[in-house]
């Protein structure tokens, strides 16, 4: 009965399926110990001038919050610009539906990177547009190849920089590549999820693109370095016109006072992102060297993840590493069957994670 009154394109739609909780492992499988290095979450933890903001902002729950212009004001700021640039979103999830929601009709198509973030298609789904999904080349995102796929038809393309589940980036000498005689009416969204954790110089800055009014929507997040994932806080940044369509979108308070203000307090501590970058720079050298002991391959990341090719199927390897406490994340939905991805933790965590792979390996 129901199945009928449902929207035909929702009827295949793949509800997207996150990383195993702690306490849900621990219940389930009767462990007391479990790490979680499945989620790409930081685990310092958020500022505790964010703490401190959300314990005070307790005594105001029974207000609705604002539309959020503090935190625009200050986001705007930081990168030079002006408030009706910044949309904000509960999570980049969000705002990646709002964007499908905002332009995509089922007569126009999207394009992604085969081996990028799944919510992008997922969005073209929602949408019942078509999706063109084109094969990465060495884990990374093969602009050239977006770019020929483009058609008359293309209304958006999504670039996961550095992208998710890879950990690979784009450089800006590939992106200028890719925007030379691009059609100029075409989207193009640029997932910064990442953006804090990147180090290296030849990494595009594309608010430069945005500041010389190209048609890109950059998006990034408060759930990553500054450790805030279960408040749910995104931004976009875009021209105020585009801004300005997205918002007729966003559901009224759909990012929380709590969420709003422990965001603001995040970006007046400098060294949230100094101590979270530093402590994935030396862990993450380490795990190269445990990892290059075994018989597995990594990719090189830009993040504070692994993609790690473990040369056999990563799904049983995943199930016992859960069943001695090891959350990881297998990549079959990417249709990268033999590999898992893993959050780079805290030094105690990774030595666990070597330990216990080794073991099943």
Known sequence: MIEKLVRKNILKFQA??????????????????????????????PSPK??????KGLNNVFLYPDSGMLLKYKIAGKLDLRPSNVILGN??????????????NPEDEIIVSADGFIRYK????LMNCRVIAVPGKDYKHDLAGMKAAVTPQTKII?????????????????????????????I?????????????????????????GWNVIILRTFSKIYALAGLRVGYGLAGAETISYMERIRPP???????????????????????????????REILYRELAK????????????????????????????????????????????????????????????????????
């Not at 690979?168 to 075409?186: A, G, K, M, N, Q």
């Open 158 to 186: 999504f670039i996961a920089n550095p992208n998710n589940p890879t950990g690979t980036y784009v450089t800006s000498r590939e992106v200028e590549e890719f925007f030379h005689e691009l059609r100029p009416d075409i």
């Open 122 to 125: 997922m969005a073209g789904d």
């Open 50 to 55: 964010a703490i401190q903001a959300l314990k």
């Open 294 to 361: 075994l018989p597995v391959t990594y990719i090189p990341s830009a993040t504070n993840f692994i993609l790690i090719d473990l040369k056999r199927e990563a799904g049983e390897i995943s199930k016992k590493l859960l069943a001695s406490g090891v959350i990881v994340r297998p990549m079959g939905e990417y249709g990268l069957t033999t590999c898992i991805r893993v959050t780079i933790g805290l030094p105690a965590e990774n030595k666990r994670f070597i330990t216990t792979l080794k073991k099943q390996l």
């Open 188 to 212: 193009v969204v640029f997932d910064e999820a990442y953006y804090e954790y990147v180090i290296q110089k030849d990494y595009p800055q594309t608010l430069t693109y945005l500041q010389q």
């Open 253 to 283: 308070f759909n990012v929380n006072s709590l969420a709003q203000a422990a965001a603001e307090a995040s970006l007046d501590d400098r060294q949230q992102v100094k101590k979270s970058r530093a402590l994935v720079e030396k862990e």
């Open 91 to 104: 999570g980049s999830d969000e705002l990646i539906e709002i964007i499908g929601k905002t332009f995509l």
């Open 16 to 45: 997207y399926i996150p990383g195993k909780p702690i306490a849900e492992v621990k219940r389930g499988l009767g462990l007391k110990s479990v790490i979680k290095l499945a989620s790409n979450e930081n685990p310092l933890g």
